[in-house]
């Protein structure tokens, strides 16, 4: 219960932090250009708390629903003062002169633009002052070898330390693992640092079949890992793994012959074998044990034995700290970096070489931040960096009511030399909630159905 409530808090506050830098940015740059602000909201729904400024001209409110927010702009409603409506509000010279559609079209792209932007110089920042914080990362050091497979082949060997990636410095096994997933089908180089000397080796890995950004690439198509023990931290009662006498504390060696060496072999090879009996290898204590055990099938027919995992790494983590300077080009960097992923994976999605099935909704946002806060701060704030990224990239998107969709409106009346019509811009308008909120209750059934 006490979890749950943590997440849900650290759920509210990635969101209220993330969602009002991004609005922040309409809103100090609609200021700055001379744009009359109306009402500056974090969250939808009903109002918790509201004031208003010192000027007296903009209401701040903070609504119930935390799962977004806007910035009101006089004249920024396509059905607001239309010339000849009986209903339109009368204007004054000074409103008229600072209501949104009366402005330059420059400026009203400079204020579409500034809540990806804002998003953006948050992630930098942040990046920047988790280089600072420092973290704990795995090394990139290589622990075992699979027989037969292309690691092999190219004479790469346990204990070889990965240096670089195509000519980018790798820090970490998460770093070597996310610039390996970048790599797949082309000319792949690592450096490695092999007992004081340097070798390099040169390999392409092909297209699988699988989506790429869900295998653990460096193991399935590469064949290296993490020197990594298995274990079994909890068993569910009367759960497959319970009736087959598994036992916490147990460590995983083998299954069905398969040395076991990280958690997603595990759990894809249980996956696949709903209903049929596997023999797991494991050690208790001392001894080592033969035990047969059957996965149940889930709703989607994968196999479940009813476990929670736990990986014990060979080697220590290591902490990175950064100084001022490389923190600063950290930030840079790793924005960058994030962004290429990012829109790599809008790609793969569009081109269906990544099922839509992997979309996240707020269950999953819930879940990564509460994790992440579980770590300690410097992983939350990594976090809030990433989605920062993210937030930015998907408004970007030129889909009618988000901000891309402006940018993209605003682009044709640059062309036409005239806006569109306010019919066809409401007609585009429901069109793109209509997307919105299917993606959202996609999401939101894909979160519902990873938690059953």
Do not use: C
Request: proline share 4%; hydrophobic share 50%; aromatic share 10%.
């Amino acid at each position: 219960m006490m979890e749950t409530i943590q997440t849900t808090l650290y759920f509210i506050a990635a969101i209220v932090i993330l969602i009002g830098f991004h609005e922040y940015g309409h809103f100090i740059v609609a200021r700055k250009l001379g744009f009359k602000v109306e009402k500056f909201s974090i969250g939808f729904g009903p109002t918790l708390l509201s004031w208003q400024g010192k000027d007296g001209e903009v209401e701040y409110v903070i609504a119930a629903i935390p799962l977004g927010g806007f910035v009101k702009m006089l004249g920024e409603n396509p059905y607001e003062q239309v010339e000849g409506d009986e209903d339109s509000v009368v204007l004054s010279e000074e409103d008229k002169k600072r209501a949104f559609n009366r402005q330059p079209v420059w400026k009203r792209a400079a204020v579409a633009f500034a809540g990806p932007a804002f998003n953006f110089i948050f992630a930098i920042f942040s990046f920047m002052l988790a280089g600072l914080m420092g973290h704990e990362v795995m090394p990139s050091t290589v622990g075992t070898v699979a027989p037969q497979s292309v690691a092999e082949q190219k004479g790469i060997l346990p204990y070889d330390h990965i240096v670089a990636l195509n000519g980018k410095d790798v820090d970490s096994w998460q770093m070597f693992e996310e610039y390996l997933k970048l790599s797949v089908g082309q000319t792949t180089v690592l450096d490695i640092n092999r007992d004081g000397q340097g070798v390099q080796i040169s390999f392409k890995l092909a297209e699988p079949e699988k989506d790429v950004f869900l295998l653990d690439v460096a193991d399935s198509l590469l064949g290296v890992a993490l020197g990594m023990d298995v274990l079994i931290d909890s068993v569910v009662p009367d759960s497959p793994a319970d009736k087959g006498l598994l036992q916490a504390g147990d460590q995983v060696v083998a299954i069905d012959g398969t040395a076991i060496k990280n958690i997603y072999t595990l759990i894809e090879y249980v996956g696949a074998h709903a209903g049929k009996a596997i023999s797991f290898q494991v050690q208790r204590g001392g001894s080592q044990l033969q035990l047969q055990i059957t996965p149940k099938s889930n709703e989607a027919g994968r196999g479940l034995i009813g476990v929670r995992l736990r990986a014990e790494p060979w080697e220590d983590k290591v902490l990175h700290r950064k100084g001022i300077v490389e923190s600063a080009i950290y930030g840079f960097s790793r924005t960058w970096e994030v962004s290429v992923m990012t829109l790599d994976m809008f790609k793969r999605m569009l081109t269906s070489s990544i099922s839509a099935d992997n979309l996240g909704g707020p269950i999953a946002i819930a879940q990564m931040a509460g994790s992440t806060a579980s770590h300690g701060l410097v992983y939350f704030v990594m976090f809030l960096a990433f989605f920062s990224v993210n937030l930015a990239i998907l408004n970007l998107l030129p889909v009618p009511v988000l901000d891309g969709g402006m940018l993209m409106f605003l682009a044709l009346e640059q062309l036409r030399g005239k806006p569109l019509s306010v019919d066809m811009q409401m007609r585009f308008q429901m069109v793109g909630m209509m997307l919105i909120l299917s993606l959202m209750v996609f999401a939101f059934y894909n979160d519902i159905m990873r938690l059953f």
